[in-house]
């Protein structure tokens, strides 16, 4: 194995040990679940989405050592990323961990420690599922859709006019 090749395999390691951003997000407006059967990963994505930037994420679940590093690096890669950005950031992994990357990963910054999955066709799926998952809960964003609607403001703004009595229509 070389040096680098340890490098990456250590920072894997570290996010398994220690996951970043792990736990319940309060306060989150979207979310979802996913699933790897093939390996028995599980995690649960929620996010902070505040107009089109997400201001925070954790995740929760288990799974392989892939898996869980990298949902947490998944996490400190897309903070304060606009979900366009997000995207963007998840196609480019994709084709990292599929070995199409046409730069190996070089300007991913830490993502790049997932470079060596391509070798390993059945470790993909565990590499891509928290992004997968991200991504479904900026599509649909899961359960909690209908907590946006009750917080939408301006909706007390209506009828406010009749009260001081300028229109006075009905009685002409
Ligand atoms: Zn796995």
């Avoid at 070389?2 to 309060?26: A, C, M, T, W």
């Avoid at 995740?59 to 606009?82: E, P, W």
């Avoid at 891509?128 to 964003?141: D, I, N, R, V, Y």
Wanted: aromatic share 4%.
């Amino acid at each position: 194995m070389s040096d680098l090749q340890e490098l990456y395999q250590s920072v894997i390691l570290d996010h398994n040990r220690k996951p970043r951003n792990f736990g319940v997000l309060e306060g989150s407006n979207r979310a979802a679940d996913g699933k790897n059967p093939l390996c028995g990963d599980e995690v649960h994505v929620a996010l902070q989405v505040d107009g089109d930037v997400i201001t925070d994420v954790k995740f929760t679940g288990h799974g392989c050592a892939i898996s869980k590093a990298s949902a947490s690096l998944m996490t400190t890669a897309v903070k304060g990323k606009t979900r366009e950005e997000a995207e963007a950031l998840f196609a480019r992994f994709h084709a990292l961990v599929l070995g199409q990357d046409a730069g190996g990963g070089k300007d991913l910054g830490p993502l790049v420690v997932f470079s060596g999955v391509s070798r390993f066709p059945v470790r993909v799926k565990c590499a891509s599922l928290a992004w997968h998952t991200l991504k479904a809960a900026l599509e649909h964003g899961g359960l909690t859709v209908e907590r946006l609607s009750v917080q939408e403001p301006g909706a007390s703004g209506d009828g406010s006019e009749t009260r001081d009595g300028t229109r006075g229509d009905r009685d002409a």
